[in-house]
């Protein structure tokens, strides 16, 4: 063994000592027992692997050509988890800082870590005039910046983004970055269902009500495509039951199936009940938990950043203020552990509580709730944070339990999740695609319960249908057109199909191809006497 061999043994063996069992550094022991307590309480598994769907291949590839895309699709089809693998490549494309996630609602941007459109956008509820818009932005030293730093705008649920305020965006992008292309030349991503909820007060000084309205729609996406592979729901009649209502068209099985789903009896306890208005909420799960007789324990949350986002913080799903008790019947509101099924809308019963380290901030008892989940899990649930960004930079986050009350639930906050027993009274659903946002939740027919069935309540708004079905001859033509173009396939023929103007992110290509120089090349050199000689000693 040479000198550097030696060196390199005695240094292995000094580290061994270093960070033996009985003598290792207070960093490394810090680390080791945090890294067993994350083992305990999310044991290690093989994170499962996404199998995309063609279409969602195509929405991939589309990105990473460059394309403003539009996303849409029922509820079931994956996508936000789409839109989440879509985001973290435009990162790794663009960098952190020239991509801004937002939503029109407190709620969605939250489950993005994102920021709410009129956040981004550096403008107030108030006013509707683009002009004092595009003045309160250039007065507005960050709000300015973000608009000349985007290279990409991600909006989801645009299906509650009314058609003036597209319209304005649209036009407030072009002034601020001084370029006459689409969006100032800004790249688009948006996802929602016009099916599902509308927008949001719209105010139709134009006549417009849905994005898709507005004069720049078209020319604002490179790509328009749906997604209509299901993966919520399993059962082709559930499927073919929600699609329906969908559309606002119910044929007699339909009717049949819903009428199954009534319920003339007091509705499962283990049943989530959705409602169309938050007060219905508050009033259900103030009553159930007054009901039990324990001990109260409140969990107030823990936020940073300005006034402005920590009231978006306070509109998403993680509460202010969390009462728990024993046998309360709660419902989780972020991921913790996708393989064991501890995901976003689980439900479960707490079990009890235990004093645990890091909880004196949110409760007064430096307790945390251990909860029985409805698949058998249990577990000690600890705080988690909800965050802001903007780019790469924390702007503002919340510390709470990732835990709402589950008795009761409003439609609009369940938009996204799924659950695995609801129950809703039709009678009080309001307005175009809630009773279709309600019913989507649920992953089986026999755990869909339904009170106060009225066939009217389910309707569709007549744009959305408009919409979609030239949406689908769009699509149509463009299956046709994309099989027309590709070459007939012949093993003897190597010679490849030159793209065309239509294909996506590619530029016009021509090939010049002269015979003459392709013979004179070929002739070069060429040995009439080698050629004689070869075939001869061939023969």
Known sequence: MGFMGMRYLVTAIAVCRNYSTNGRSKVFEKGYKSKAKYKKKYP????????WTDEQKKVLDC????????ITGSAGTG???????????????????????????GVAACALKGQTLHSFAGIGYTTRDREIMLDWILGDRRAYRRWIMAEVLVIDEISMVDADFFENLEYISRKVRQCDKVWGGLKLVASGDFFQL???NPQNSSGKEFAFESDCWDSSFDVQIELTEVFRQSEPRLIKLLQDIRKGQLDPDDLEL??????????????????????????ANEEKIKALSKRKTVYRASDTGNDALKRQLSKGLASDKLVLCEGARVMLIKNLNVWHGLVNGSTGTVLRFEVADGAAHLARDNVLPVVKFDSGKEILIEPETWSIMEGGSLLASREQLPLVLAWAISIHKCQGLTLDNIHTDLSRAFGCGMVYVALSRVRKLENLHISGFCPKRIKAHHKVLQFNKHFAQEQDKQVKDECWSQPEK??????????????????????????????????????????????????
């Open 44 to 51: 290690r598994n093989p994170i499962p692997r996404i199998k």
């Open 63 to 70: 990105i990473s050509r460059g394309c403003s895309v539009f």
């Open 79 to 105: 996508k936000s988890v789409l839109l989440k693998n879509v985001i973290h490549r435009l990162r790794k494309q663009h960098g952190k800082n020239a991509v801004f996630v937002t939503a029109p609602t």
């Open 198 to 200: 509308p927008p949001i």
């Open 258 to 283: 819903l009428e199954k789903s009534c319920s003339v009896i007091q509705p499962d306890p283990s049943a989530i009940q959705l409602y169309p208005r938050i007060d219905d909420v508050n009033r």
């Open 490 to 539: 012949d093993s003897s023929s190597s010679t490849h199909a030159i793209p065309d103007k239509t294909t996506i992110g590619l530029e016009e290509t021509r090939h010049e191809f002269s015979l003459k120089e392709f013979l004179s090349s070929r002739l070069r050199g060429f040995s009439l006497k080698k050629f004689l000689g070869s075939r001869f000693q061939a023969k």
